[in-house]
């Protein structure tokens, strides 16, 4: 009886809960998954090889090897900038530490194009540095221009998203055993045998999750590309920007889209594949 008794509610409560889930589904359906429909239907509008003519296009070749190109490049400048700055913010004492930690935090939430516009006033033709060197060395040409290509794109991505693996970095690192390190510098390691045997398997996962989450953050770049204009550097993201807007190809763009949508869905697995396996009980820090 007690069990009948009880049942009735649970089922009255299941209901309700049912009934609370449908507005979130709607507005998911309605700003998600009906533009997501949209773009999928444009992109095959003209069919299967119209789409394959689009993705197999000398242009989006290109676009497509510079995204990872960049991708990659600047992940991996990230990684290994954010570990220098973490471990030396985190193991080596030195007035402001805490406060270099703050304002490293604060670059997360400020807007890509400001570094981007930043990185013009300094290295740009006419920024800072170029000026200073044309009238010093009396030059007749800025002698450094490396803003405007591919490297100055990767430049400018590693000082936007260093700070996204600093952060679970330092998180890892105020959770470790000082007495671990201590003992081992006591037995007479040194500082790199320490960094390689002890800190850094300890920080292999924030290193995961922050370099897979900066890998699908630059994947989908498009603010620091446009701004700086470097020629011959499309991406993905850009090309879909230029066929929509310049070109007025809306098939094309959506084709395009797809392509970088479903990369961008499979980075993001990746990432929350890495969070949950390795992680584990720290994922709280990612």
Not at 109 to 137: C, I, K, Q, R
């Amino acid at each position: 009886m007690s069990d009948l008794t009880l049942a009735a509610p649970r089922r009255g409560l299941r209901a309700g809960l049912s009934l609370w889930i449908v507005p979130p589904l709607l507005v998911l359906l309605l700003l998600f998954f009906y533009p997501l429909a949209l773009i999928a239907g444009s992109a095959f509008a003209d069919g299967v090889p119209s789409f394959l003519e689009a993705l197999g296009s000398r242009q989006f070749t290109r676009g497509l090897e510079h995204t990872i190109t960049i991708a990659l490049t600047s992940t991996a400048g990230c990684l290994v900038l954010g570990f220098i700055l973490s471990l030396t913010i985190a193991f080596v004492p030195f007035p402001g530490a805490r406060l270099a930690s703050r304002v490293i935090d604060t670059i997360i939430a400020l807007p890509t194009f400001l570094v981007t516009l930043a990185f013009t006033f300094v290295y740009g033709s006419a920024g800072l540095l170029n000026e200073g060197l044309m009238h010093v060395f009396a030059l007749p040409l800025p002698p450094v221009d490396f803003l405007y290509s591919q490297w100055g794109v990767i430049l400018a991505e590693i000082t936007v998203y260093t700070p996204f693996v600093m952060r679970p970095l330092l998180a890892a690192f105020a959770t470790m055993e000082m007495a671990q390190l201590e003992v081992a510098s006591s037995l007479g390691a040194k500082p790199f045998r320490i960094v390689s045997r002890i800190i850094l398997p300890a920080a292999l996962p924030a290193l995961l999750a922050g370099g897979s989450l900066c890998l699908l953050l630059t994947v989908n770049e498009f603010g620091i590309v446009l701004f700086i204009g470097a020629k011959d550097v499309i991406t993905l993201p850009m090309l879909v920007y230029e066929k929509a807007i310049q070109q007025f190809d809306y098939t094309g763009a959506c084709a395009i889209a797809v392509v970088n949508v479903l990369l961008s869905l499979g980075l993001y697995t990746l990432y929350r594949s890495i969070v949950g396996q390795f992680a584990g009980s720290h994922a709280r820090l990612v």
